[in-house]
């Protein structure tokens, strides 16, 4: 009887055993190992696309950021030639506010008169300056 159980018992451990492996998934090794195998080389081909797309991505940004330098650059440059075309208008037009205006004023006025169209000859100046040079 002893003997039986243990045939029994041994049977019903392997039927179980047999179920829990067809249920985990295939139960011959060779099938799990080239299952793993393409696997493997379709991840290495899924991460290498990823790297090439990231890297893509990465000269993309640099492209814009270089770019946006680029145009910085360019928009400072054209700001230093504008305020240099200010300052020559602003002593252009002092300095041609200043004979004016002494030539204008009174006799007894003549330092004035040069004062207050230097001062308006400045102003006047520099803003015409401003407009000729657009950024």
């Not at 179980?16 to 290495?44: I, K, Y």
Request: hydrophobic letters at 40%; glycine letters at 12%; charged letters at 20%.
């Amino acid at each position: 009887m002893r003997a039986f159980l243990q045939q029994t018992s041994c049977a019903a451990i392997a039927a179980v055993m047999a179920l829990g492996l067809a249920a985990c998934g295939p139960s011959s090794g060779p099938e799990l190992l080239a299952d793993n195998g393409t696997s493997a080389a379709s991840q290495r081909v899924s991460d290498q696309s990823a790297q090439k797309a990231s890297l893509k991505e990465a000269e993309n940004r640099a492209a814009v950021a270089e770019a946006k330098a680029r145009d910085a650059e360019a928009r400072i440059a054209c700001e230093k030639d504008r305020q240099q075309a200010s300052n020559r208008g602003a002593i252009v037009g002092g300095v041609a506010g200043a004979v004016v205006g002494s030539q204008v004023a009174g006799d007894g006025a003549k330092s004035e008169g040069g004062v207050l169209g230097a001062t308006a000859g400045v102003l006047a100046g520099r803003q015409i300056a401003k407009k000729d040079h657009r950024c």
